[in-house]
């Protein structure tokens, strides 16, 4: 199951010429480019996509494209027109700095776009590079999504393993203070520029939390961020853990070698079960939730799109292949979980194939198209053109996706008990027949053992939600075992009833 592309030449051919990919949104990366959009939504940049579809990628140019939407109007507004020609003429005249046309415009242009939804915005040509250094997986800046709220920035989540995520910083903090300036009456892109410098520089954060009596002062470093998209543990023998924290170009061939190299590890080569972790996940490449989705089902819609123009619809089909092999699975959401994470639990949820477990996801259930300009193929437009939706015709958009079982955050506190005594403390007590001598294991192995465990049990103990999912799993394959053996009773029951004369 091939799920990478070609990404250089995919960048070229939709974004410095006429061909445009139908797109989804992923949620920007602190280092990104913004628009100041209004509203609580994180702003997003759009990420060229293809993948396994009903029908060939979607190409939509510039002109074309806007032909076809419907004009209700039949004419141009003339006295909107005047209105605009006559704010131009006194800005030029009258404000304090002189400014040109062309700025003029462009400011024109993007509020426009701005002014539409959270997501549509107008591309200068530094746009270009910063959205294929967010697809990447590499990039410069602190980790963290961002969107605006109130006037001040607000954290969508911090990325894994970055400057962000080890010095605390937690989604849904209001970030109200950049070093020591206030960041109330810039626009997103302006606190994403003064977020962003050389690695290895400091910054200092003053942040707004739910629960905290004052605002919190984070100091941390800027860096070069590099972000592993796919990670794995074992939590038990028998039981994985695949955290994605971003859909990248490459996700999911890498969900899908993990999922094997995971299955390789197992005794008997097979999982009981398996925790898919969404949470904190902001989105990424349309593609890259496709392929994870398609590791888990074989047959079936997986996602489709609807917008007016025929070109923004599509569909996308899972392949015959299922990497998985049934395996029940447990997929963790939360607020943080967006866009094509949502397209992914919502396709699982929908085709019966995972239990869902966490709270609400944020509700981002449109795709953007990127469109050249014909006067200018450096510059473009990023524009809402459609809903996408689950394989049962749910749109999440501003809904979110909701868990089958709702689990806050939370930690496991154990409880000190009293020592109790065994057979095994009494003296004399009898040795166990089954047990061999000398298991052939040694100290150090035991010893390596013994850590790996130690330190699942503490992230069982700090994450509920997690420890939760494991307990989901654990009963999920029990009740597939006694199944399994009912059927096999069932079954020889049958067969000696069938050889009785």
Same mark, same amino acid.
């Given at each position: 199951?091939?799920?990478?592309?070609?990404?250089?030449?995919?960048?070229?051919?939709?974004?410095?010429?006429?061909?445009?990919?139908?797109?989804?949104?992923?949620?920007?990366?602190?280092?990104?480019?913004?628009?100041?959009?209004?509203?609580?939504?994180?702003?997003?940049? @759009?990420?060229?996509?293809?993948?396994?579809?009903?029908?060939?990628?979607?190409?939509?140019?510039?002109?074309?494209?806007?032909?076809?939407?419907? %004009?209700?109007?039949?004419?141009?507004?003339? %006295?909107?027109?005047?209105?605009?020609?006559?704010?131009?003429?006194?800005?030029?005249?009258?404000?304090?700095?002189?400014?040109?046309?062309?700025?003029?415009?462009?400011?024109?242009?993007?509020?426009?776009?701005?002014?539409?939804?959270?997501? +549509?915005?107008?591309?200068?040509? @530094?746009?270009?590079?910063?959205?294929?250094?967010?697809?990447?997986?590499?990039?410069?800046?602190?980790?963290?999504?961002? $969107?605006?709220?109130?006037?001040?920035?607000?954290?969508?989540?911090?990325? %894994?393993?970055?400057?962000?995520? *080890?010095?605390?910083?937690?989604?849904?903090? !209001?970030?109200?203070?950049?070093?020591?300036?206030?960041?109330?009456? !810039?626009?997103?892109?302006?606190?994403?520029?003064?977020?962003? $410098?050389?690695?290895?520089? =400091?910054?200092?954060?003053?942040?707004?939390?739910?629960?905290?009596?004052?605002?919190?002062?984070?100091?941390?470093?800027?860096?070069?961020?590099?972000?592993?998209?796919?990670?794995?543990?074992?939590?038990?023998?028998?039981?994985?853990?695949?955290?994605?924290?971003?859909? &990248?170009?490459?996700?999911?061939?890498?969900?899908?070698?993990?999922?094997?190299?995971?299955?390789?590890?197992?005794?008997?080569?097979?999982?009981?079960?398996?925790?898919?972790?969404?949470?904190?996940?902001? $989105?990424?490449?349309?593609?890259?939730?496709?392929?994870?989705?398609?590791?888990?089902?074989?047959?079936?819609?997986?996602?489709?799109?609807?917008?007016?123009? =025929?070109?923004?619809?599509?569909?996308?089909?899972?392949?015959?292949?299922?990497?998985? &092999?049934?395996?029940?699975?447990?997929?963790?959401?939360?607020?943080?979980?967006?866009?094509?994470?949502?397209?992914?639990?919502?396709?699982?949820?929908?085709?019966?194939?995972?239990?869902?477990?966490?709270?609400?996801?944020?509700?981002?259930? +449109?795709?953007?198209?990127?469109?050249?300009?014909?006067?200018?193929?450096?510059?473009?437009?990023?524009?809402?053109?459609?809903?996408?939706?689950?394989? *049962?015709?749910?749109?999440?958009?501003?809904?979110?996706? *909701? =868990?089958?079982?709702?689990?806050?955050?939370?930690?496991?506190?154990?409880?000190?008990?009293?020592?109790?005594?065994?057979?095994?403390?009494?003296?004399?007590?009898?040795?166990?027949?089954?047990?061999?001598?000398?298991?052939?294991?040694?100290?150090?192995?035991?010893?390596?053992?013994?850590?790996?465990?130690?330190?699942?049990?503490?992230?069982?103990?700090?994450?509920?939600?997690?420890?939760?999912?494991?307990?989901? !799993? *654990?009963?999920?394959?029990?009740?597939?075992?006694?199944?399994?053996?009912?059927?096999?009773?069932?079954?020889?029951?049958?067969?000696?009833?069938? +050889?009785?004369?």
């Amino acid at each position: 199951m091939n799920l990478t592309f070609n990404l250089n030449r995919l960048f070229k051919a939709s974004f410095f010429g006429p061909p445009t990919l139908l797109a989804l949104a992923t949620s920007l990366a602190l280092t990104g480019w913004a628009a100041d959009p209004v509203g609580q939504e994180p702003q997003t940049l @759009d990420i060229p996509a293809s993948g396994n579809t009903s029908q060939a990628p979607v190409e939509l140019e510039a002109e074309p494209a806007i032909e076809q939407a419907e %004009d209700t109007k039949g004419r141009l507004p003339l %006295d909107e027109l005047r209105a605009f020609t006559e704010v131009m003429e006194r800005i030029k005249k009258a404000y304090v700095e002189e400014v040109d046309d062309k700025t003029l415009f462009d400011n024109a242009i993007q509020g426009m776009l701005s002014g539409l939804d959270p997501h +549509s915005a107008y591309l200068k040509p @530094d746009d270009f590079q910063e959205l294929e250094e967010n697809t990447s997986g590499e990039f410069g800046g602190l980790g963290i999504e961002v $969107g605006m709220e109130d006037g001040f920035i607000k954290v969508v989540s911090p990325i %894994d393993d970055t400057p962000a995520s *080890k010095a605390g910083v937690q989604a849904g903090d !209001l970030i109200i203070k950049l070093d020591d300036a206030s960041v109330k009456g !810039l626009t997103l892109s302006d606190s994403v520029d003064k977020m962003r $410098g050389k690695a290895g520089t =400091p910054i200092k954060l003053t942040i707004v939390r739910e629960g905290e009596g004052k605002p919190l002062e984070i100091s941390l470093e800027r860096a070069v961020i590099k972000v592993q998209s796919v990670r794995v543990k074992n939590l038990e023998p028998g039981y994985g853990y695949i955290r994605v924290s971003q859909f &990248q170009a490459d996700t999911g061939k890498e969900l899908v070698d993990t999922l094997n190299e995971l299955k390789k590890e197992q005794e008997n080569g097979k999982l009981n079960g398996l925790v898919l972790d969404l949470r904190n996940n902001p $989105g990424g490449v349309l593609q890259a939730a496709v392929g994870v989705t398609d590791a888990f089902i074989s047959e079936g819609l997986i996602v489709y799109t609807k917008g007016r123009i =025929p070109s923004s619809e599509m569909k996308f089909n899972a392949t015959a292949d299922d990497p998985s &092999q049934g395996v029940p699975l447990v997929v963790l959401i939360n607020g943080g979980s967006a866009s094509a994470s949502e397209i992914v639990a919502g396709a699982l949820q929908d085709h019966n194939r995972a239990v869902l477990m966490g709270t609400e996801s944020f509700g981002k259930g +449109s795709v953007q198209t990127v469109l050249p300009l014909s006067v200018d193929s450096a510059k473009g437009l990023k524009l809402t053109t459609a809903l996408y939706y689950t394989p *049962k015709g749910r749109s999440i958009q501003a809904e979110g996706i *909701k =868990p089958d079982i709702v689990v806050q955050r939370a930690k496991v506190t154990p409880i000190d008990a009293p020592q109790q005594y065994k057979e095994a403390d009494l003296q004399r007590h009898l040795g166990n027949g089954n047990k061999e001598g000398n298991d052939g294991v040694s100290g150090k192995n035991n010893a390596a053992a013994d850590k790996a465990a130690k330190e699942i049990a503490d992230l069982l103990a700090q994450d509920y939600q997690l420890n939760q999912a494991l307990n989901v !799993l *654990k009963g999920m394959h029990i009740n597939a075992v006694t199944a399994g053996k009912s059927e096999e009773k069932k079954t020889a029951a049958l067969k000696l009833v069938e +050889s009785k004369p």
